[in-house]
């Protein structure tokens, strides 16, 4: 029984004489969410992309026991993938309803499963104002919404999200942690996403990985976050304060990114 959802071994990218990644290894087990963090230029899309097999590297990678060149079209169904932008026309003809269902026209589900998810994860990610919309009316952070209520009709097995809070302003921070919680309890789907945002690394996160061209920690957000590791990974004039108060359920902010 494989209880590894994403694995990661020995693991580089190069461009030409520029070296994007460096030996980065780590492990993901099924139902776990794990954050990738780190500065700009970091390696951090660079990595998911490459891990998805959409650019050439040096090492293994493993989703749900396969590497991306194994993956068959099936296997492909059990993965979800959220980019952080895409270039959709402004005249697309679709709505976001029109979307959704065409999306799922022809996937193994039934009819009153793909409506009950429909309506869940429209409801869920707030988008139900917005399915009668055209997409291209939508702004940057809707559509990342609408893109993440997509994949999850499909109920994946893991779920790779880059910069998912890009174009989504702080109230709406907690709910899509809330919804990452709920979704992950409920369903066991396994996430690994990313964040420039030390505050993501909460009570919601499983592992943490601090990126920048190389591993600089990668455990529990508890043991491994510390103020040392900011500073290493961001740079001096970083720093990291602990909440003194959490809700008992769902997600808190454990870290703080502050500039000194």
Excluded at 137 to 151: H, Y
Aim: charged share 25%; net charge neutral.
């Amino acid at each position: 029984m494989i209880d590894s959802a994403i694995s990661v071994k020995n693991f580089s990218v190069q461009f030409g004489n520029f070296t994007a990644l460096s030996d980065v290894s780590f492990e993901i087990n099924k139902g776990e969410i794990a954050i990738i963090i780190g500065p700009n230029g970091a390696g951090k899309t660079t990595l998911i992309k490459a891990i998805l097999g959409l650019i050439p590297h040096n090492g293994e990678a493993q989703i749900l026991g396969k590497s991306a060149r194994e993956m068959s079209k099936s296997d492909w169904t059990r993965v979800g993938y959220v980019p952080q932008t895409i270039d959709l026309p402004k005249n697309f003809p679709f709505t976001v309803d029109e979307l959704l269902k065409f999306s799922t026209s022809k996937a193994l589900i039934s009819e009153k499963d793909k409506h009950a998810r429909l309506e869940q994860f429209s409801s869920l990610e707030h988008i139900g104002d917005l399915r009668q919309k055209l997409i291209g009316e939508l702004s940057g952070g809707q559509i990342q919404r609408v893109l993440i209520a997509r994949s999850l009709m499909f109920l994946p097995d893991v779920m790779l999200l880059d910069e998912p809070l890009a174009g989504i302003d702080m109230a709406g921070e907690r709910t899509f942690y809330e919804f990452i919680y709920f979704v992950r309890e409920k369903y066991g789907i396994t996430f690994l996403l990313i964040s420039h945002d030390v505050t993501v690394v909460s009570k919601i996160a499983d592992k943490v990985l601090c990126l920048n061209k190389k591993l600089f920690c990668y455990g529990q957000p508890s043991e491994v976050l510390t103020e040392d590791k900011i500073k290493e990974l961001y740079g001096s004039h970083f720093g990291v304060f602990a909440h003194k108060t959490c809700p008992k359920d769902g997600p808190c902010n454990l870290y703080k990114e502050v500039e000194k």
